[in-house]
């Protein structure tokens, strides 16, 4: 079964940090480009960060850079989002994926509630 898994997420005050982990089972990310999503309550979900497949390249959407950081480990087939200085806007469903995102490979999610 080719599956996604997230995990790391948790609840933190504003100015904490968390790292998120995306695992695949059944098939190697090293050559996707894989991208995390996020989607806070009544919202639509949108896409913060994504990294290529080819070279690592790296893009941010502009309200996380400077703060979070995408990586990925070819060895473990997992790639991470660092997190950073957490603001309360940054309360989400955090998700990941192929990009562009494959409709079969949403996973459940990890959540993250920053509040003090």
């Known amino acids: 079964q080719l599956s996604l898994v997230e995990s790391g997420g948790g609840t933190v005050q504003p100015g904490g940090s968390l790292r998120l982990s995306c695992q695949a089972s059944g098939f190697t990310l090293n050559m996707y480009a894989v991208a995390w999503f996020r989607q806070a309550p009544g919202k639509e979900r949108e896409g913060v960060s994504c990294i290529t497949g080819t070279d690592d390249t790296t893009t941010y959407q502009d309200i996380v850079k400077g703060r979070f950081s995408i990586s990925r480990d070819r060895a473990t087939n997992t790639v991470y989002l660092q997190m950073n200085n957490l603001k309360p806007e940054d309360t989400a469903v955090y998700y990941c994926?192929?990009?562009?995102?494959?409709?079969?490979?949403w996973g459940q999610g990890t959540q993250v509630t920053v509040s003090s």
């Open positions: 994926n192929e990009d562009p995102p494959s409709p079969n490979r």
